[in-house]
DNA sequence: CTATTGACGACAT
DNA sequence: CATGTCGCCAATA
């Protein structure tokens, strides 16, 4: 059983547009707890995964990938799958496919 | 209730 | 740009 947060965050999480990627922060943002980016990345780590949620969409602030249950290699792998390119674990034009949910 | 942990972020050096 | 420290939040032991 998910929790009320967990919950939040996936329900946000599938609003990204395929090709996108958006970070904890600003996923944090939108769910109210523009602190909370670590506890995002918890949801996320409990996160049902793939069919349900693409959590994959979710890096770093920085551009960087940040982590992935079912390794970051993976997670690279299928952000290349939709588009979004990586160089050295870092996501490519990142400020330009970022995807923020105050838009 | 307290302590620990973790897919993080901001800032200082 | 790389490394180290501190702060934050929610879940779990």
């Not at 769910?31 to 069919?51: C, E, F, W």
């Amino acid at each position: 059983m998910l929790t009320e947060f967990e919950t939040e965050v996936l329900k946000m999480l599938r609003q990204i547009p395929v090709g996108r990627v958006t970070t904890y922060k600003n996923l944090a943002c939108a769910v109210k707890r523009p602190q909370s980016a670590r506890a995002v990345g918890n949801a996320l780590n409990k996160n049902p995964d793939i069919p349900k949620v693409p959590c994959h969409r979710v890096v770093a602030s920085d551009g960087y990938l940040g982590g992935y249950a079912c390794g970051a290699r993976k997670k690279t792998e299928l952000l290349k799958d939709e588009g979004v390119l990586v160089k050295n674990g870092r996501i490519v034009d990142f400020k330009n496919i970022i995807y923020n949910f105050a838009d």
